[in-house]
């Protein structure tokens, strides 16, 4: 197996260097900044630079790049800057994911071209109170109309949800005599009757999460995306995209990851205590090498898992394990790194305590690590849990 990168990757990495690079020095001040102009400011420059769409078809006005490439990409861009890196992310395997794998032409046209254009973000809508890592436990239903469906419920945690011009919201299906049809998606617009923001609540990294909620919403049948069905296969292909998102939201993790070791043997290098720099200490020395096994150990798994992506979607198993060690490895490197700093590791001076907020979302987000060690035990068992939470 040859682990060494194409010069093309190489090329593709180097690109979003020196694109990211310069933001490096401001990340952990991102939301300080005014919101949404920063956030739509950068859409623009991750557009302008073809930075957006990039792991989607030319067929839907993506560029094409490989999965592994596009996932390469974001873990640069994310040892840099991993707020803006979540933007490009979620243009290419994020929630535009959604429409561009799932949707028709007309959705594409309608809802993809925007995001990639710069002047348009999406939002997914999942989570619910009774409806966390079990995905299916879904309250929020589509009733069939004469011309459409009519959405009822409410979502929460919801990314961009104030800026967003087409939430991707899942729903439970049913006839209009109120027989359960099956779990799948529609494309709602926020100027529609009926669907309320909510005001949101702050998250540890100074973000912000919103709710939305459905009343008598009537969605046109031209905007089901994924339409219920009671042998769950639809479901599995939502879930199945839902996969990809998992995967590449790894890779930003890996990039914060990766700048945090960075920082550490920097300082290592050249702060000096006693006479000497601190890296001569050997207590500095075996922190040091616990977090560069740990940082590799969680690339090499998940660079396999993005490299065994096959049509453009990757497995559920090679998911679960990646994300159970990248998680694992990150705490233990940003806390180390936070160590080696000493006390200017715990001010706001440095990004680091920023990278120990904006990273605890890792563990929780995109199905919990708890719920993914389930799911690989139940592979494991010749089981399966749920349908494919």
């Given at each position: 197996?040859?682990?060494?990168?194409?010069?093309?990757?190489?090329?593709?990495?180097?690109?979003?260097?020196?694109f990211f690079e310069p933001y490096a020095a401001d990340t952990?001040?991102?939301?300080?900044?005014?919101?949404?102009?920063?956030?739509?400011?950068?859409?623009?420059?991750?557009?302008?630079?073809?930075?957006?769409?990039?792991?989607l078809s030319e067929d839907v006005g993506g560029l094409g790049v490989p999965t592994f490439d596009t996932c390469l990409v974001i873990e640069e861009a994310s040892r840099h800057d991993p707020n803006t890196a979540y933007l490009m992310r979620n243009a290419t395997a994020g929630p535009t994911a959604f429409i561009a794998f799932l949707g028709t032409r007309?959705?594409?046209?309608?809802?993809?071209k925007p995001v990639l254009e710069g002047r348009a973000v999406t939002a997914i809508c999942i989570t619910e109170p009774e409806a966390g890592s079990d995905a299916t436990a879904l309250k929020t239903t589509a009733k069939r109309t004469s011309s459409g469906w009519r959405l009822n419920g409410g979502k929460h945690y919801i990314t961009h949800a104030h800026v967003a011009n087409c939430y991707v919201v899942y729903a439970k299906f049913k006839e209009a005599d109120d027989s359960v049809i099956g779990i799948g998606a529609l494309l709602v617009e926020p100027g529609m009757q009926g669907v309320t923001l909510g005001p949101g609540v702050e998250t540890m990294d100074g973000g912000r999460v919103y709710?939305?909620?459905?009343?008598?919403?009537?969605?046109?049948?031209?905007?089901?995306?994924?339409?219920?069905?009671?042998?769950?296969?639809?479901f599995k292909r939502l879930m199945s995209v839902y996969n990809l998102e998992r995967l590449s939201g790894q890779f930003r993790w890996l990039g914060v990851m990766q700048r945090a070791f960075d920082m550490a043997r920097e300082h290592a290098l050249t702060r000096r205590q006693?006479?000497?720099?601190?890296?001569?200490?050997?207590a500095i020395q075996l922190k040091l090498a616990d977090m560069k096994?740990?940082?590799?150990?969680?690339?090499?798994?998940?660079?396999?898992?993005?490299?065994?992506?096959?049509?453009?979607?990757?497995?559920?198993?090679?998911?679960?394990?990646?994300?159970?060690?990248?998680?694992?490895?990150?705490?233990?490197?940003?806390?180390?790194?936070?160590?080696?700093?000493?006390?200017?590791?715990?001010?706001?001076?440095?990004?680091?305590?920023?990278?120990q907020r904006l990273a605890r979302l890792g563990s929780i987000g995109g199905g919990t690590v708890e719920i993914h060690r389930i799911g690989l035990a139940s592979i494991l068992a010749g089981r399966k849990l749920g349908v494919d939470a």
């Open positions: 197996m040859d682990f060494e990168l194409s010069e093309e990757q190489k090329e593709l990495i180097e690109r979003a260097r020196v952990h001040k991102w939301y300080a900044k005014p919101q949404p102009q920063t956030l739509m400011e950068a859409n623009k420059r991750l557009a302008n630079a073809g930075f957006l769409g990039m792991g007309q959705q594409q046209e309608k809802y993809v709710q939305l909620y459905f009343d008598d919403v009537e969605v046109p049948a031209e905007n089901v995306l994924i339409p219920g069905k009671s042998d769950k296969a639809h006693f006479g000497r720099p601190i890296i001569e200490f050997q096994v740990r940082l590799e150990a969680a690339r090499l798994l998940l660079y396999r898992a993005a490299a065994r992506v096959q049509q453009g979607l990757p497995r559920r198993e090679d998911v679960s394990m990646a994300k159970i060690l990248v998680q694992d490895s990150l705490k233990f490197v940003l806390d180390e790194a936070i160590q080696i700093h000493g006390g200017m590791g715990y001010t706001r001076e440095l990004p680091l305590e920023y990278f």
